[in-house]
T-cell receptor, first 115, second 112 residues
Framework: GNSVTQMEGPVTLSEEAFLTINCTYT??????LFWYVQYPGEGLQLLLK?????DKGSNKGFEATYRKETTSFHLEKGSVQVSDSAVYFC??????????????FGTGTQLKVEL | NAGVTQTPKFQVLKTGQSMTLQCAQD?????MSWYRQDPGMGLRLIHY???????DQGEVPNGYNVSRSTTEDFPLRLLSAAPSQTSVYFC???????????FGPGTRLLVL
């Protein structure tokens, strides 16, 4: 079955540091890949996505490239801010037999950015 | 658009009680899903619906029922709550031609 593995947290960085959160996946076919962000006390928000190999998703300074050869979708940001403190989830979209789609999530990586 | 809304935000139940978690979306999305979020486990699919009148089980459906009488609403029913159902529950929806799901703010449930 499909699975997503992302790096363990928590990750603590100083403001303006470079961020990488690793994500690798196992899936059949050609899934779409996503990064969702969850701020404290809130629901999940879509951060960025990529739907095919070599696509780069980007939003709010975050980027991730769909690498089929390494089955990876690592999240990066060049200069983090305190407001980026949140939990980040990598996910892939697979098709269900009933016709819907299911997001398979990683366990989440907590990011804490300090001044 | 309000997007995906969920009520209540927080609920405490005693073992054996029943309750319904409400979910509504105003985006005319065909697909709706319920996930539960547990520490260290990411989110897991409970039930989903591909349209009004059509529902199916996800990976952790035991102890939960759903129905979809309208496009907008997708309630999740706990028939007899158990402590193992203590979790945060998220409802999500997506349009037919997109894999992107949009999540509600969640319901935090504590079963004593």
């Amino acid at each position: 079955g499909n699975s997503v593995t992302q790096m363990e947290g928590p990750v603590t960085l100083s403001e303006e540091a470079f961020l990488t959160i690793n994500c690798t996946y196992t899936a059949t076919g050609y899934p779409s890949l996503f990064w969702y962000v969850q701020y404290p006390g809130e629901g999940l928000q879509l951060l960025l996505k990529a739907t095919k190999a070599d696509d780069k998703g980007s939003n709010k300074g975050f980027e991730a490239t769909y690498r089929k050869e390494t089955t990876s979708f690592h999240l990066e940001k060049g200069s983090v801010q305190v407001s980026d403190s949140a939990v980040y989830f990598c996910a892939l979209s697979g098709i269900l037999t009933g016709g819907g789609n299911k997001l398979t999530f990683g366990t989440g990586t907590q990011l804490k950015v300090e001044l | 658009n309000a997007g995906v809304t969920q009520t209540p935000k927080f609920q405490v139940l005693k073992t054996g009680q029943s309750m319904t978690l409400q979910c509504a979306q105003d985006m005319n999305h065909e697909y709706m899903s319920w996930y539960r979020q547990d520490p260290g486990m990411g989110l897991r699919l409970i039930h989903y619906s591909v349209g009004a009148g059509i529902t199916d089980q996800g990976e952790v459906p035991n102890g939960y029922n759903v129905s979809r009488s309208t496009t907008e609403d997708f309630p999740l029913r706990l028939l007899s709550a158990a402590p193992s159902q203590t979790s945060v529950y998220f409802c999500a929806s997506r349009p037919g031609r997109s894999a992107t799901q949009y999540f509600g703010p969640g319901t935090r449930l504590l079963v004593l």
